[in-house]
Nanobody
Framework: QVQLVESGGGLVQAGGSLRLSCAAS????????MNWFRQAPGKEREFVAA????????YYADSAKGRFTISRDTAKNTVYLEMNNLKPEDTAVYLC?????????????WGKGTLVTVSS
């Protein structure tokens, strides 16, 4: 059974930092791109960042460039999202997903998400 389990969310003040983790299990993800999406209340789910499991090619949304860093630990089967200089508009449920690329519609597996709340 494939599982993606996110952790690391919480409440943080504006300007603060959080590190999210996504523990992947149940299959090999060597051919997958691991993604972070987020969904704020009343808004559509949006792409944040992605990393190819093999090779490590990285992609960022404009909103994440310069503040967020995605990485992976292949030995631990875990993907991370380091978020710095957080803003209230970063408040959302952050979801880990695995797919063939970075398109929302192309995800094969989803986690349940972890809530990030940034206070002003």
């Amino acid at each position: 059974q494939v599982q993606l389990v996110e952790s690391g969310g919480g409440l943080v003040q504006a300007g603060g930092s959080l590190r999210l983790s996504c523990a992947a299990s149940g299959r090999t993800f060597a051919s997958y791109t691991m993604n972070w999406f987020r969904q704020a209340p009343g808004k559509e789910r949006e792409f944040v960042a992605a990393i190819r499991w093999s090779g490590g090619t990285i992609y960022y949304a404009d909103s994440a460039k310069g503040r967020f860093t995605i990485s992976r630990d292949t030995a631990k089967n875990t993907v991370y999202l380091e978020m710095n200089n957080l803003k209230p508009e970063d408040t959302a449920v952050y979801l880990c997903a695995a797919g063939s690329g970075i398109s929302l519609g192309g995800m094969d597996y989803w986690g349940k998400g972890t809530l990030v709340t940034v206070s002003s």
